[in-house]
């Protein structure tokens, strides 16, 4: 069978969000260089892929498919196994768990992380102008409430779905990863058991072998 191809930077948190699902469920996968500096997501190629010009974009074999948290619920459900049931579909309450920290991370935790990362890596790297502390600050304070419920959540289960690793849990790994490269890594000290958590998921595999290539793609320290 030929190996999966993905479509994007290693250094993109989308795709990093896909990876990290092929790495769980040990499928083979090739990811396919989009250059922005060429203007390469905006082309006719890629456009066939993704419409919105953005990435990732994903093949299997005449499956092509965009958005990388659709793309991420068909790899682990294509590639499912005993060894790697990430969404749990055969329990109702742990899919419902399962979804309900997949939407808290989408909604609650990534639009209060995500923009610490941009104003400390991102946008002084991309376009060169400094950090806005205002954002950042704001936005620290928004995250400490969310982590606050992460606490309690993680303070009775060792993941956040339930005692099992899911795709919430992996949703978390390229932003976090990021935001742990900051200033404001420390920030989880204050949390113990959201920081044994983070601890227990960068201790995977999968995850190790991803953040050492994102670290090396961004040139910042893994």
Same mark, same amino acid.
């Given at each position: 069978?030929?190996?999966?191809?993905?479509?994007? &930077?290693?250094?993109?948190?989308?795709?990093?969000?896909?990876?990290?699902?092929?790495? %769980?469920?040990?499928?083979?996968? %090739? $990811?396919?260089?989009?250059?922005?500096?060429?203007?390469?997501?905006?082309?006719?190629?890629?456009?066939?892929?993704?419409?919105?010009?953005?990435?990732?974009?994903?093949?299997?074999?005449?499956?092509?498919?965009? %958005?990388?948290?659709?793309?991420?619920?068909?790899? !682990?459900?294509?590639?499912?196994?005993?060894?790697?049931? !990430? !969404?749990?579909?055969?329990?109702?309450?742990?899919?419902?768990?399962?979804?309900?920290?997949?939407?808290?991370?989408?909604?609650?935790?990534?639009?209060?992380? #995500?923009?610490?990362?941009?104003?400390?890596?991102?946008?002084?790297?991309?376009?060169?102008?400094?950090?806005?502390?205002?954002?950042?600050?704001? &936005?620290?304070?928004?995250?400490?409430?969310?982590?606050?419920?992460?606490?309690? @959540?993680? #303070?009775?289960?060792?993941?956040?779905?339930?005692?099992? $690793? #899911?795709?919430?849990?992996?949703?978390?790994?390229?932003?976090?990863?990021?935001?742990?490269?900051?200033?404001?890594?420390?920030?989880?000290?204050?949390?113990?058991?959201?920081?044994?958590?983070? %601890?227990?998921?960068?201790? @995977?595999?999968?995850?190790?072998?991803?953040?050492?290539?994102?670290?090396?793609?961004?040139?910042?320290?893994?």
């Amino acid at each position: 069978m030929a190996p999966v191809k993905v479509f994007g &930077s290693a250094r993109s948190t989308n795709v990093a969000r896909v990876l990290v699902c092929l790495e %769980e469920v040990g499928a083979e996968y %090739e $990811v396919v260089n989009i250059d922005f500096q060429a203007k390469e997501h905006k082309s006719p190629e890629h456009l066939a892929r993704n419409p919105f010009g953005q990435i990732p974009a994903f093949q299997d074999g005449d499956v092509v498919l965009f %958005e990388s948290r659709a793309i991420s619920k068909f790899i !682990l459900r294509k590639y499912k196994s005993a060894e790697a049931d !990430l !969404l749990r579909e055969g329990d109702l309450e742990e899919a419902a768990m399962v979804d309900v920290w997949t939407e808290v991370e989408a909604h609650q935790y990534n639009p209060a992380l #995500s923009p610490v990362v941009y104003e400390c890596l991102v946008y002084p790297a991309t376009r060169g102008v400094p950090t806005n502390q205002k954002v950042v600050d704001e &936005s620290l304070e928004k995250l400490s409430k969310v982590l606050d419920v992460y606490e309690a @959540r993680l #303070s009775k289960h060792t993941y956040l779905a339930g005692d099992f $690793v #899911s795709f919430a849990d992996l949703n978390h790994f390229p932003f976090t990863f990021y935001f742990m490269a900051t200033p404001h890594a420390l920030l989880f000290d204050s949390y113990p058991h959201v920081k044994a958590w983070w %601890e227990r998921l960068m201790a @995977r595999p999968s995850m190790k072998k991803l953040g050492a290539s994102m670290a090396a793609a961004a040139g910042i320290k893994a």
